[in-house]
């Protein structure tokens, strides 16, 4: 069935499980006809009222608190009702279900993923990158990436985006207005200061760039793949980091025979960290698969610890297959993803140079672990005064670069013998590329895409 975007819906809010509170939540032009049939009763505005709610026969499916909204002053900026009942997915699919029945007669339906909060888009109640905040603060992994994606929320990166678009929409309108004097475009572009309120434009997004970048990497972190030769201390090092015993740790080659990986956070930042099956040939076939995935992993890493054993430094063979392990990680890896040599064991092998450059570490004793974090927040690209980044998506990565491309190529036709028509192409697309961040316009299948990724009661 063909659902409409003017459809009544319901649908569970809180999430699966049970708890001590659950809420249904219910949209759309009129939300009387649930009100009436569950609550018994009119309710007053934004006020919460203790009541039953009652089944098709009036007797109680639960007590709990319901509460109206009266459109526009809601969520999604329609008449909204929240029922707030006991947490007992049998208690709240019952709610639901009677939410349904009452509400038949207008159409209500079950929401779609993420429909309410897109119908805050729609209503203009958030903007696109807001609404895309929300997911982020739900699913933030860190308190840096929830406070982030609140910053979001309240909209101070729409705010850097929108102060972009202004000053774009001024140069544009700069330039397009000297379409009309073609024979005076040169003297009036000049004393307009076009090719300063260029630069300044370009100056202002590079900082906007680098703080979406921070807060990209809020929002996602980086792969950290762990790999080496078996026995190297891979699964000790993965335990260290993460502070608990995750991983099984033996003298015996070949223990890890499959990804094992932790999400730690260092000054904010997640980190996902995967220990790997040492890298060798092996006729077990249980462990080629697990070298098998370890090479999958490492495909998509953003950065490799490579591990060395450094008391084994002294055989020529462990070294001589060190160095071709590491050769054929090398060119393994997509262009650009850093490999940090570490060499493992430093509490065994005492006064041991290490090559500079590389890390001196044990991961039984902890010795380097800090120095190893701090060389990977380098790697990640985290800047440790941050304070005030709102969180960012890929997508708004994308974006502002695309902006940047266009504002480039704008720079290069003022420096020649302007085209105007060039230049005001060039800077019509770099609006449209900001534009994609807060929606204001867009295609609706970007919409769906964002959307979908949401819980159904959001």
């Known amino acids: 069935m063909l ?10 809010a809180t999430a699966p499980g049970r708890g001590a509170v659950g809420i249904v939540r219910v949209s759309g032009a009129s939300v009387q006809p649930v009100i009436e049939a569950l609550c018994g009763r009119g309710l007053k505005p934004r006020e919460a009222t203790y009541l039953p709610f009652r089944d098709d026969d009036g007797s109680p499916i639960d007590h709990g608190l319901a509460i109206h909204f009266p459109a526009p002053h809601s969520y999604t900026g329609e008449d909204v009702l929240e029922l707030q009942a006991h947490g ?18 207008q159409g209500l339906r079950v929401a779609e993923p993420g429909e309410f909060t897109r119908r805050a888009f729609l209503n203009d109640k958030l903007d696109l990158a807001q609404a895309e905040a929300v997911a982020d603060l739900i699913d933030a992994s860190t308190e840096a990436a929830a406070r982030s994606a609140a910053r979001a929320l309240a909209g101070d990166f729409s705010r850097e985006v929108d102060g972009l678009r202004e000053q774009l929409v001024h140069l544009r309108m700069l330039v397009e ?21 260029l630069e300044r434009l370009q100056a202002r997004l590079a900082s906007v760039l680098q703080k979406a970048r921070q807060g990209a990497l809020l929002r996602e972190g980086i792969q950290v793949v762990i790999a080496g030769q078996p026995n190297a201390g891979k699964s000790s090092l993965l335990n260290a980091l993460a502070g608990a015993e995750l991983a099984i740790v033996t003298p015996i080659a070949g223990t890890t025979r499959d990804v094992v990986s932790q999400t730690i956070q260092v000054e904010g930042v997640p980190l996902h960290v995967i220990d790997t099956a040492g890298l ?10 697990g070298i098998a995935r370890a090479w999958e992993r490492l495909a998509g890493a953003d950065c490799v610890l490579f591990l060395h054993d450094l008391t084994r430094q002294h055989e020529p063979q462990v070294v001589a297959d060190d160095a071709a392990l590491l050769a ?42 800090q120095d190893l974090r701090r060389r990977l927040l380098e790697v990640a690209g985290w800047q440790a005064a941050t ?34 028509d060039l230049l005001a192409e060039e ?25 979908s990724s949401f819980c159904i009661g959001k």
């Open 88 to 105: 007992g997915p049998v208690v709240l699919q019952l709610l639901l279900a009677r939410c349904l029945r009452a509400g038949a007669a």
């Open 328 to 369: 054929r990680l090398q060119s393994h890896l997509p262009p650009g993803v850093p490999v940090l040599q570490l060499w493992n064991k430093a509490d065994a092998a005492p006064g041991v140079a290490v090559p500079a450059g590389d890390l001196r570490l044990s991961a039984r004793a902890g010795e380097g672990l």
């Open 177 to 197: 207005a000297t379409l009309d004097f073609p024979e005076e475009e040169i003297d009036f572009l000049e004393q307009a200061d076009a090719r300063g309120q």
């Open 427 to 451: 800077l019509r697309l770099a609006q449209n590329a900001l534009n994609e961040i807060t929606g204001a316009f867009g295609a609706d299948d970007l919409l769906g895409v964002i959307f």
């Open 3 to 12: 659902t409409r975007p003017t459809d009544p819906i319901a649908a569970i």
């Open 280 to 289: 060798r040939d092996s006729d077990d076939p249980v462990e080629a698969i």
């Open 387 to 420: 304070e005030g980044v709102a969180i960012a998506r890929e997508r708004h990565l994308l974006a502002l670069r695309r902006v940047g491309d266009h504002l480039d190529t704008a720079q290069a036709l003022l420096r020649e013998q302007p085209a105007l």
